[in-house]
Nanobody, 120 residues
Framework: QVQLVESGGGLVQPGGSLRLSCAASGSIFSINTMGWYRQGPGKERESVAYITTYETPNYADSVKGRFTISRDNGKNTVYLQMNSLKPEDTAVYYC??????????????WGQGTQVTVSS
């Protein structure tokens, strides 16, 4: 089992920035991909960004050029730097992991989620 602890959410004005962090512990040897899903009010869960062990990133079209995902394998931590935030980025962001041999679409999101609210 993997434990995920997220931090860094909050309230920010449009155009502002936030940085999310997620530290993994437990059976971390099984983790290949780490990243983030989000679920906005009245919306379905959607993938935001993910990164593999070899640090190949992937982004949703809606966040390309604004968000940057990075990973510190030594600390088993993944980060999401979010710039130029928009009201439509408002959501609960969940840290998720996928083990080797599994696709990102089957990722496990065991974190508690962190609220990001973009509003003036």
């Amino acid at each position: 089992q993997v434990q995920l602890v997220e931090s860094g959410g909050g309230l920010v004005q449009p155009g502002g920035s936030l940085r999310l962090s997620c530290a993994a512990s437990g059976s971390i040897f099984s983790i290949n991909t780490m990243g983030w899903y989000r679920q906005g009010p009245g919306k379905e869960r959607e993938s935001v960004a993910y990164i593999t062990t070899y640090e190949t990133p992937n982004y949703a079209d809606s966040v390309k050029g604004r968000f940057t995902i990075s990973r510190d394998n030594g600390k088993n931590t993944v980060y999401l730097q979010m710039n130029s935030l928009k009201p439509e980025d408002t959501a609960v962001y969940y840290c998720c992991v996928a083990p080797y041999g599994h696709t990102w679409s089957s990722a496990n999101c065991w974190g508690q989620g962190t609220q990001v609210t973009v509003s003036s």
